[in-house]
């Protein structure tokens, strides 16, 4: 027997994932020398929220046209810097 195609739809999200994911390789690939890429990597392993967090941003600076040029590994640690200190800021309530 002949099965309707059904599946079709997550065959295309799978697809349209794969798509976005090689996107964002590129952009990280072009954006950040490999020692950057490095770092990212290493955080990636360890708090991998974080690494997805200066992803974002990165993938931001570079589509919004504000990237001038390559983020070394120095540029990188000061924004896992800043990145850090908000994290730090919180609240204690008494209750």
Avoid: C
């Avoid at 072009?30 to 020692?35: F, G, H, K, Q, V």
Wanted: hydrophobic fraction near 35%; proline fraction near 4%; charge should be positive.
């Amino acid at each position: 027997m002949h099965q309707p195609p059904e599946n079709n739809q997550p065959k295309t999200s799978r697809e349209e994932d794969v798509a976005k994911k090689s996107m964002r390789e590129n952009i990280i690939r072009i954006a950040l020398t490999s020692e950057a890429r490095q770092r990212l990597t290493n955080i990636r392993m360890v708090k991998p929220d974080i690494a997805r967090i200066i992803e974002e941003y990165v993938i931001q600076l570079a589509q919004s046209g504000k990237l001038n040029k390559t983020i070394d590994d120095e540029q990188l640690k000061e924004i896992l810097g800043s990145l850090q200190e908000r994290k730090k800021e919180f609240k204690i309530r008494w209750i």
